[in-house]
Each structure stands twice: as C-alpha cells, then as structure tokens.
C-alpha cells in the first residue's frame, strides 16, 4: 500500500505538469481584434502576469465592446505600453482549461501587437 502511495504521489504532479503543458501547447482558437488599449497592468500575489483591456469600437458614437487579455511577456507589455492612445491590432491565442489565475487571469493570451493607421 505504501508502495502505491509513493507511486500515486510522483504520477499525480507529472500528469497535471502534461495537462499544463498540453493546454498551453494548443490553442482552443486564435485570431487578432483591433482597438485602443484601454488598461494594462501588472498583477497578481505570486504569479504576475500583465492584464488589459481592448476597446472595440464598431461604430462611432456605439458602445463599445471591451476584450481582455493577459500578455505574459515583459517585452509586448512594454511594446503596448508605448502605443497607449494609439489604434492598435493584437494577434491572440485562446487557451481553455488552464487552472486557476497563476497563467493569467484571462483566456486570451496575446502573441503581439502593431500599430494600425487609419487611411
């Protein structure tokens, strides 16, 4: 029996370490929205991660749609920092199943950035 326990005790965390990996490996979709970073902020107790808020707007005058996100590198964050105030277009990957806030506080996980000029 204490054999099985032990056992229990080295599979258990080596099964939840794949189901991490695997979750983080295969995005459930992907894609890119386009608006004004409204907020971006670092958070949390011991995992931080950087969270923020898209503003899209459809129509001037309508309400607008808010997308949150989580980035999880220091350098995007600072690369959308600096276009604060600017119409931006991210390009995302959404992961589902991912356990508690220690990842992110979000789904959506941001894998850049680029300014969008009006014509």
């Keep these: 029996m204490l054999k099985f326990f032990i056992i229990l005790l080295i ?3 080596l099964l939840f370490a794949a189901y991490i990996w695997l979750a983080f490996q295969y995005s459930y979709s992907d894609g890119e929205r386009a608006g004004f970073v409204q907020k971006l902020s670092r958070k949390g107790w ?3 991660t950087w969270e923020g808020e898209l503003t899209l707007v459809a129509v001037p005058g309508s309400m607008p749609e808010k997308f949150f996100f989580t980035v999880r590198d220091d350098a995007l964050a600072a690369k959308l920092n600096s276009q604060m105030g600017q119409r931006v277009a991210v390009t995302y990957d959404q992961h ?3 356990p508690g ?4 506080e979000t789904e959506y996980f941001l894998r850049d950035s680029r300014a969008v000029t009006n014509p």
Excluded: D, N, R
């Design 101 to 104: 806030t220690c990842f992110g």
């Design 11 to 13: 599979i258990a965390p």
């Design 96 to 98: 589902k199943g991912l």
């Design 46 to 48: 011991l995992c931080k």
